[in-house]
């Protein structure tokens, strides 16, 4: 299994990158993907989650400016990243589960079942 992460890299607060996620060895319609991060001294946190319908759900720090999404086709997952702030700047990682769980669980990280390497994005102010 391998989940591939893409896309990070420097811009200035206000701008946007799109993040992208190339999985491997999964049977990815059936997964359930998500986008983690994690700044320096931080927990890792949920930033966003899509089901296997498509259906997003985003933490509410990134509400209205992260879009996440998929294409089964093509085995990749998505994070566009708009309107970036400072605050913003992490390591961010994919990560895919397989099977439901309720909404409450999906925040911890021991539930996700496989990760990608993260790639940095850096914001500045």
């Known amino acids: 299994v391998q989940l591939q992460a893409s896309g990070g890299g420097l811009v200035q607060a206000g701008g946007s990158l799109r993040l992208s996620c190339v999985a491997s060895?999964?049977?990815?319609?059936?997964?359930?993907m998500g986008w983690y991060r994690q700044a320096p001294g931080k927990e890792r946190e949920l930033v966003a989650r899509?089901?296997?319908?498509?259906?997003?759900n985003y933490a509410d720090s990134v509400k209205g400016r992260f879009t996440i999404s998929r294409d089964n086709a093509k085995n990749t997952v998505y994070l566009e990243m708009n309107s970036l702030k400072p605050e913003d700047t992490a390591v961010y990682y994919c990560?895919?589960?397989?099977?439901?769980?309720?909404?409450?669980?999906?925040?911890?990280?021991?539930?996700?079942?496989?990760w990608g390497q993260g790639t940095l994005v850096t914001v500045s102010s």
């Open positions: 060895g999964i049977m990815f319609r059936y997964n359930h």
């Open positions: 990560a895919a589960r397989r099977n439901n769980l309720i909404a409450s669980a999906w925040s911890d990280s021991r539930q996700w079942e496989y």
């Open positions: 899509v089901d296997t319908s498509g259906s997003p």
